[in-house]
């Protein structure tokens, strides 16, 4: 017997059937082994040595998997292609003492046959660099959190949390936030003028005043500039016609995948996370089974393997015809820091097209593939081609300019459209030089300058990416935990900080300037990269950060005066005891309703009371993870798997560990009205129930 560990029990069977009978496949459910949850396990001392532990929820899959391996003829660590499933593979070599140099680290792309069979028949060594440069992240943000965190707690209120990608994250909304209440509008003015030739009109915009661009800043120099041309004529100074192409985009990547799922289908981070899972996992196709359609969902390269590039250019010539297929492959260029590992989002297989998939797949796996399929197949067809023509007109020494283009030839726009307007025409008339045109009419615009936009998912995403601010496997859980602490809402589409997020920002760029410096947050994440290319140790780096945390750490800690009280927020409930008004208030706990009437009335008020007080914790049937309490932005109360992103599993009800002793299915805990519980049987046919 052959065991295969992977980690998500989403693509077992995607797997095993590609592998032959002789192979058992083992999903470790994600980690197995990390740094305890009520200790700090890092010795500063000595050289930052994590001590990690098997985690308690997983004892049991750790207990069984030893079992596996003893009748084991060989072993693969088949966990991501990244470095969180590098470390997944280190601790498992661990706990199943294999040898350091052994040859069980497989590692797969894409799960097709071709891929995963190769990958088992050439395993290597587990990479120590990856491991590594896991280390040095989880280390940090150990130290980060840690240390941090308690002290937010302390200096504001309630268990609040801070963290070296989040709490950067979190200014970038507050920064948006307050240069919009800041800002002051500056008017401009615009000029247009509406010129004709024969009978064909067409518009020219006003840009320079001799050779120098032009800006109109309020209603006395438009009126100086009418006045200049009042009685000009309008020649031709120069016409530009030339044909200019447009490069399709690159295949995806993580995030550009993650800001088009949420501006374009409208999809939320969390649909999006669980919907790309599932589409590198395997999905069920009507009369197929389960199979994976796309490559590893987490990237930031977009590079594509040369069989990849050969199967498209198949694919264009047979559907489009050779003028869509370029003689050569069009290559796009990641940025610096990107991990070249693995490739480009992409379609494993182009023979599930979106049109034979129809019908076939539940619709908002459709959807996502539509996307990823259509930009892969664009990313490698012909350049689009525009009739561009760019007229110069002069009136005195005012210049004005028309420019539009037409479509010669539609390229990779066939497949994938980047702008609407791609078809509009040029609608000028044949023009030459010295020519003179009839001004119709002059029209003149006040404007005013617009504040900032806030960010919406996908912006804020794509600002992370462009910032260097955490990695494509980070960026979706990031922006979920400032909405799980409440540091962030929505209004509308927008993200908007709470009042508690702008404090917890405040108080942290005070007094950690360094954590709160988004360069220096970029250039760890640089370090790290090198820790994975060998260059450095990870040790180093959290040495050269620590130093000067530890020193703040202390400064702080030890300041006095310093700690936050938020002002109270009025609410429409009143008092059932003096009649006032009642506030929300910030306490230990979190929030709270309070008498506006304090001290001479001290009536209080929990939010969602009975719920507020649940703390116990179960065990997720989806990946064997810690479920514990959570909240919607309503208050109601629901359970949650704690390893989200990687696992989605909610419910109303928080699920047991222990069985029913009648037919044996999953026991649910419901929590009821005035503190009142029951466990009841999960299986419909069973009427098992415990008061």
């Known amino acids: 017997m052959k065991l295969v560990f992977i980690e998500g029990p989403g693509k077992r069977d995607t797997i095993k059937k590609y592998l032959g009978s002789e192979y058992v496949v083992f999903p470790t459910k994600g980690h197995v082994r990390d740094l305890p949850a009520k200790s700090f396990a890092i010795d500063i001392e000595h050289g930052y040595e994590p001590t990690y532990e098997i985690i308690p929820e997983k004892k049991s899959i750790v207990n069984e998997l030893k079992k596996q391996a003893e009748k084991a003829d060989a072993i693969y660590l088949a966990t991501d292609p990244d470095r969180e499933g590098e470390a997944i593979a280190w601790h498992l070599a661990t706990i199943l003492n294999l040898d350091k140099d052994a040859l069980v680290r497989t590692a797969f792309n894409e799960i097709s046959k071709k891929a995963v069979q190769e990958s088992i028949q050439h395993p290597k060594p587990i990479n120590y660099d990856l491991v590594n440069a896991q280390q040095g992240r989880r280390v940090l943000d150990r130290i980060m959190g840690y240390k941090l965190s308690p002290l937010l707690s302390k200096k504001i209120h309630g268990k609040l949390s801070a963290g070296r990608v989040q709490s950067v994250t979190l200014k970038l909304i507050v920064d948006r936030e307050k240069a919009i209440q800041s800002f002051v509008p500056v008017e401009y003015w615009n000029i247009t003028a509406e010129l004709k030739k024969d009978k064909d009109k067409f518009k020219a915009e006003l840009i320079q005043y001799k050779d120098k661009k032009l800006e109109i ?40 995948l993650q800001q088009d799922a949420v501006s374009k289908l409208k999809m939320t981070l969390n649909a999006y996370t669980k919907c790309a899972q599932s589409l590198y996992e395997g999905v069920m196709i009507a009369g197929e089974g389960k199979t994976a359609l796309v490559t590893y969902i987490r990237t930031d390269s977009t590079r ?29 260029a990641s940025k610096e820091s990107a991990q070249d590992a693995h490739e480009a989002i992409r379609p494993i297989n182009l023979k599930y097209t979106p049109e034979y998939l129809k019908g076939k797949i539940e619709e908002q796996y459709l959807k996502l593939y539509t996307l990823i399929f259509k930009r892969f197949v664009a990313s490698q067809m012909s350049f689009a081609q525009y ?26 726009t066939r497949v994938y459209k980047v702008q609407e307007d791609d078809k509009n025409g040029i609608n000028i008339p044949a023009l030459n030089e010295g020519e003179i045109v009839d001004k119709e009419k002059l029209i003149t615009e006040q404007k005013f300058t617009k504040p900032p936009v806030r960010f919406t998912e996908a912006s804020l995403i794509k600002e992370m990416e462009v910032q260097g601010i955490g990695r494509p496997a980070t960026y979706a859980s990031t922006v979920m935990t400032l909405f799980n ?58 040495d050269n950060f620590y130093k000067d945390f530890s020193k703040q750490l202390d400064i702080a800690s030890k300041e006095i005066g310093s700690t936050i009280k938020s002002a109270p927020e009025p609410s429409d409930i009143k008092c059932d005891k003096c009649g006032a008004m009642m506030v929300y208030r910030d306490g230990k706990f979190g929030r709270f ?76 805990k419901k929590f009821g009205a005035k503190g009142k519980t029951s466990v009841v049987c999960n299986n419909k046919g069973c009427t098992y129930v415990e008061d």
């Open 304 to 332: 594509v393997s040369l069989d990849a590039q050969f199967m498209a250019k198949d694919y264009i010539l047979n559907n489009f015809g050779e003028a869509y297929a370029p003689k050569k492959f069009n290559e796009y």
């Open 217 to 256: 800043p309020n209603k006395d120099a438009v009126d100086k500039i009418l006045a200049d041309i009042e009685n000009a004529e309008y020649k031709v100074s120069n016409v530009k016609r030339q044909v200019t192409y447009s490069k399709p985009p690159a295949p995806y990547i993580t995030s550009s």
């Open 593 to 668: 309703l309070a008498c506006s009437n304090f001290p001479q009335c001290k009536n209080t008020k929990n939010i969602n009371q009975p719920q507020s007080q649940v703390t116990e914790t179960g065990i997720c049937p989806k990946c064997g993870g810690v479920v514990s309490a959570k909240y919607s932005k309503r208050g109601k109360l629901f359970f949650g798997c704690d390893n989200f992103p990687k696992c989605d599993y909610i419910s109303w009800d928080l699920p047991l560990e222990k069985k029913c002793p009648k037919c044996g299915a999953n026991l649910f």
């Open 485 to 542: 602490r409440e540091y962030i809402k929505t209004e509308k589409k927008y993200l908007v900080p709470t009042e508690l997020g702008v404090q917890v920002t405040e108080y942290l760029e005070e007094h950690f300037k360094n954590v709160m410096d988004i360069k220096f947050t970029a250039d760890m994440e640089k370090q790290l990269d090198d820790v994975e290319l060998g260059k450095v140790k990870w040790q180093d780096i959290v």
């Open 387 to 412: 009739d561009s023509l760019t007229v110069d007109i002069l009136a005195n020494d005012y210049k004005f300019r028309a420019s539009g283009k037409a479509l010669i030839f539609d390229g990779y």
